[in-house]
């Protein structure tokens, strides 16, 4: 990947890590790394393994990007300054110059030596587990990390995370041992003969165990990169307070947000295009999330259905600025309130059971859509 960087290419860089993240999906590969792992009968060597190789292979992937993107700069740096030279208007120039050598001052700082590159790969707070930091913001963060000492209020506030997340690990272990929520999911004929009720608590406890899992495994390693001057992305937010499709995606996984929001949603220009470009872009990166979490069915539901629920609230945000409903919105917010709850229903439905596909599989998300959907 350095090398292929050195191309200066970001279509090649891509085109690359498609196709190293695609090999933790392809059989003799699996077999291969598989072979590699200490027989466990839980595999949790292996699964290990697979998920620090594919940690890395966001990492690599946006220090490659980053390099290139360096380079791009540079280019339009020297040609602005030979367009400056060759200009006439003095002024003009010497009132855009002091910004424009800032912006650059502040690129100087990142560096991207092949060292720099392992560095950033093998930062061992976050080298095992999530959250992702993207190279530009680790870069800048480990400069100023050099300059400053953290202070009395930062450490409180380090000791706090700290003792939250301990507080988490233990109350996710003590759940663990008397609810057992989790272990259901590996049992099909017990979920089938539950009642609608039971099934949607189990439901909800899994979403709940879910984001509680992940504080832990984000605010264990985001604590000892805080000591080291590293902010890392914050945790998941609650689930219980997220209602649309969007902000599920930008505040659990808010390093995998900050990844793909960068790197290929904003780049596609999605930001600055019409409801069908966004909608592209959309596609884009649901694709990338369904190989990079790998290519499995229940995988590609819950991708499918997310892209479907995001695409709805595109389209809604669409409807949303029509004159008509504006004005139904300014004469009567209540009935309008209402039409929102009886649109926003269906959507809220949909969205649980690809959720439940991720949780426990397909045969798990298809249960609950046959007992509460088709049975009724």
């Known amino acids: 990947m350095y090398l292929i960087s050195l191309l200066q290419s970001k279509c090649l860089v891509w085109i690359l890590s498609i196709a190293l993240i695609s090999t933790l999906n392809i059989q003799p590969c699996v077999t291969w790394m598989n072979s590699l792992t200490p027989e466990d009968s839980r595999r949790n060597s292996y699964y290990t393994l697979m998920f620090t190789l594919s940690l890395t292979h966001l990492r690599y992937t946006s220090f490659c990007l980053e390099r290139v993107e360096y380079a791009d700069t540079i280019k339009k740096d020297k040609m602005c300054k030979a367009s400056l030279q060759q200009s006439t208007n003095t002024e003009e120039n010497a009132g855009a110059s002091p910004t424009y050598d800032k912006e650059m001052k502040q690129k100087e700082e990142i560096h991207f030596s092949l060292m720099d590159a392992f560095s950033y790969f093998l930062y061992y707070p976050l080298f095992f587990c999530e959250p992702i930091i993207t190279y530009d913001d680790f870069s800048r963060q480990m400069n100023e990390s050099e300059r400053k000492t953290l202070k009395a209020s930062e450490m409180k506030s380090i000791a706090f995370q700290a003792t939250r997340v301990i507080f988490w690990a233990f109350f996710n272990e003590f759940i663990l041992h008397f609810f057992y929520f989790n272990a259901f999911q590996h049992h099909v004929s017990v979920l089938e003969n539950m009642d609608q009720w039971t099934l949607w608590g189990m439901g909800y406890c899994q979403g709940q165990f879910l984001m509680m899992k992940y504080f832990v495994l984000f605010g264990l390693p985001s604590v000892v990169a805080r000591i080291c001057g590293i902010e890392p992305p914050a945790g998941p937010k609650c689930i219980g307070h997220i209602y649309k499709y969007s902000d599920m995606w930008k505040y659990f996984d808010r390093g995998m947000y900050n990844f793909i929001k960068r790197y290929i949603y904003v780049p596609l220009g999605c930001s600055k295009g019409n409801t069908l470009q966004r909608l592209v872009c959309s596609a884009s990166c649901f694709i990338f999330v369904f190989i990079w979490h790998g290519t499995e069915y229940y995988i590609f539901i819950w991708t499918l259905f997310n892209f479907i629920g995001i695409s709805l609230e595109v389209f809604d945000y669409w409807v949303d600025k029509r004159s008509a409903v504006c004005q139904l919105k300014t ?24 959720a439940f596909c991720f949780f426990g599989g397909s045969n798990v998300g298809y249960i609950y859509f046959q007992n509460i959907i088709v049975k009724g």
């Open 331 to 354: 004469s009567m917010p209540i009935t309008y309130r209402r039409i929102q709850t009886i649109v926003a229903a269906p959507i809220a439905i949909m969205s649980m059971f690809p």
